[in-house]
């Protein structure tokens, strides 16, 4: 912990930084591995492997229910990660910060708590076709449950949004706007700002999956002046099945809670039963609490290195692979947005996608092959999977070299 900890926002410096994930110093297929699916799950410093470490050897006990002082502990910890998750997002209150098992959930809760008791017939939800899955299947589960109609705004060959399109699309019948921040097939940064604008021009709240977001800069909602953020903490270097959904302190209020249990409940008897403030009242049942305290552990993580000196980072490697990987006969680039978070995306002629992932896992080169559960996109393009290549703050030139090499034995290996 203490080796980030005490670095200040010197000048970027990756071999430290590398030097601080135990997991790249392993070998996959005879080769140092080099690994670029961070967009699927990011690797874990030091840092957040003994904050949970020490969690569960000192603290652990369950959180809002005992006197004794391990129950105390594990509530100071676990509230204590609420906090530093408020001041990394810049929410105005803990109130306004939900525990959730990540994107995928945060997500449902606002569809099942929010959307389902105000829609009917004739309401619409306004997504576009960079969605992710997440925030795609749950808004047809509302349409299915409600009446209303999902609106879809459509894109471009680079992968933008056509934001006159979308635009027109958001009329008096739409009820909620939903998109993500970045696309996690192309790395398209959408322009959030103004669709959160336009929207609330009109009166209609706007949720954001900042799942890609996050990790490249972090996120702040009161400068979005966003209605729901979500995010996943297992993409920013923090454990699996924790996440966050940030409201607005107004909407989370009118909202019902959306499963019943331990921790959501301040009253229950036969007669009924009196729910719990914010934010507990959408958490019910115990929670991922080490998580929680590995989520916090992340961020304090990404905040030492400095957001945006990992920003700066990426960006540099992802101009660098980009140029490279077009200089390979046959590859073609999907997404090029002017704007993209640390992804690239891309085919080779005449070699499946699949194909392309195992040859280069063969030579340590770890990407993410397939639909990236955002099949519309895959649609747009007329093509079934892309290789996907995404870079964090632990990559390096090195990596790119790695992977520019591997892609070339690819070819020959299918010429
Ligand atoms: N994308 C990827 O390889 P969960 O699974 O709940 O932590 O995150 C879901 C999710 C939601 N929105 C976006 C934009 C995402 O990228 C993801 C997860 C991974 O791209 C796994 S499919």
């Known amino acids: 912990m203490a080796t980030a900890l005490a670095r200040t926002h010197e000048a970027y410096d990756v ?89 995928t959930e945060a997500i449902n809760l606002v569809a099942n708590a929010w959307a389902r008791p105000r829609l009917g017939p004739g309401d619409e ?86 799942a890609q977001a996050v990790p490249h800069g972090g996120a702040d909602v009161q400068a979005l002046d966003c209605d729901f953020y979500a995010f996943s903490a297992h993409k920013l270097y923090g454990p699996t099945g924790i996440g966050v959904l940030y409201g607005r302190e107004a909407l989370l209020r009118e909202m019902p809670p959306w499963q019943g249990g331990g921790d959501m409940i301040l009253s229950v008897s036969f007669e009924g039963t009196t729910y719990n403030d914010l934010p507990w009242k959408f958490e019910a049942g115990t929670p991922n609490i080490s998580g929680a305290v590995g989520l916090g552990a992340a961020i304090d993580y990404l905040e030492t290195l400095g957001p945006g000196a990992v920003h700066a980072h990426e960006q540099r490697l992802l101009a660098k692979a980009t140029a490279a990987a077009l200089g390979i006969p046959g590859l073609r680039v999907i997404g090029t947005a002017t704007d993209k978070a640390a992804v690239l995306s891309f085919t080779v002629e005449g070699i499946h996608p699949h194909d392309l992932g195992t040859i280069l896992d063969h030579e340590g080169v770890a990407i993410r092959t397939g639909h990236h559960c955002a099949m519309p996109v895959m649609d747009f393009f007329g093509i079934p999977a892309t290789a996907r290549a995404s870079f964090a703050c632990y990559n390096d030139d090195a990596d790119i070299e790695r992977l520019i090499r591997a892609l070339h034995t690819a070819r020959e290996v299918f010429s």
């Open 125 to 210: 939800i306004l997504i576009t076709w960079l969605e992710h899955h997440a925030n795609i299947v749950p808004w047809q589960m509302v349409c299915a449950a409600t009446g209303a109609t999902l609106k879809v705004a459509p894109i471009d060959e680079r992968g933008e949004l056509r934001f006159e399109a979308w635009e027109a699309l958001l009329s008096p019948r739409t009820r909620l706007v939903a998109v993500g921040h970045v696309s996690n097939a192309l790395g398209t940064v959408l322009p959030v700002a103004r669709i959160v604008k336009a929207a609330h021009a009109r009166g209609v709240p706007v949720l954001l999956d900042g």
């Open 15 to 103: 071999a430290r930084v590398r030097g601080d994930f135990p997991i790249l110093a392993r070998h996959v297929n005879g080769h140092p591995l080099v690994y670029l699916d961070s967009a699927a799950s990011s690797q874990r410093p030091r840092a957040v492997i003994e904050a949970v470490d020490h969690y569960e050897t000192h603290c652990h006990a369950n959180v809002h229910r005992g006197v004794h002082a391990l129950s105390q502990a594990a509530t100071d910890a676990f509230e204590g990660a609420r906090e530093r998750v408020r001041r990394f997002l810049n929410a105005r209150s803990v109130k306004e910060i939900i525990f959730t098992r990540g994107t």
